[in-house]
């Protein structure tokens, strides 16, 4: 209940970036929630829970609170915006579509050996995403995933010489698309 506020809230600033508000309101943490939260109706229950959330985020560091001469500023620190990708990351999923684009998706990689810690863990998150190895190197998915891919890229930091992504309309190996096809049941 408090982490999903909280994440809430973080997420909010981070897109945001800065929030700023007039600090001469006495309601401005109920004007804050119904900002951040979109949340009209804002009843004391849900008061308590956005007042809650947002004092452990600051009590954790990951979100500071100035008072710039009338205004209150509220922004996400260097840590809130990490603490935020990895809840990210540890969340995504790729949907798979009523119908399905006859289209493959293919991720390559050329991580370094010197960067073997993090090419060991965007192979895991492949895998736990259900993409279908076809080498080491080389994954495929039936389904669209550039946003999810690109997330995976940004949070480990890679760069595009790294990885790569390719969308591919015809398999030319009959049996590999089979396969595909019957791991992702399409």
Known sequence: ???????????????????????????????????????????????????????????????IVEKNQHDIVIMPTEKGI???????????????????DGKIRVVAFDI???????RNAFRRKLKELRFYSSQK????HPFECRKEIKILKDFFGLNNKQVHFFTAEKIEDGQLLEKIKKVYKI
Not at 29 to 41: E, F, H, Q, Y
Not at 87 to 96: N, T
Not at 137 to 140: D, F, K, P, R, Y
Request: glycine share 4%.
């Open 112 to 118: 370094p050996n010197t960067h073997k810690v993090k």
């Open 1 to 63: 209940m408090k982490a999903d506020t909280s994440r809430k809230i973080l997420g909010c600033l981070i897109l945001a970036g800065v929030i700023t508000i007039a600090a001469t309101s006495p309601f401005f943490l109920t004007r804050l929630a119904k900002v951040l939260l979109k949340d009209s109706k804002c009843r004391s229950n849900n008061r308590q829970k956005f007042d809650n959330a947002f004092y452990y985020l600051k009590k954790k560091g990951l979100i």
């Open 137 to 140: 190197s080389v994954w495929l």
């Open 82 to 100: 990490k603490a935020m990708k990895r809840h990210q990351v540890l969340g995504l999923k790729i949907e798979k579509p009523r119908k399905w």
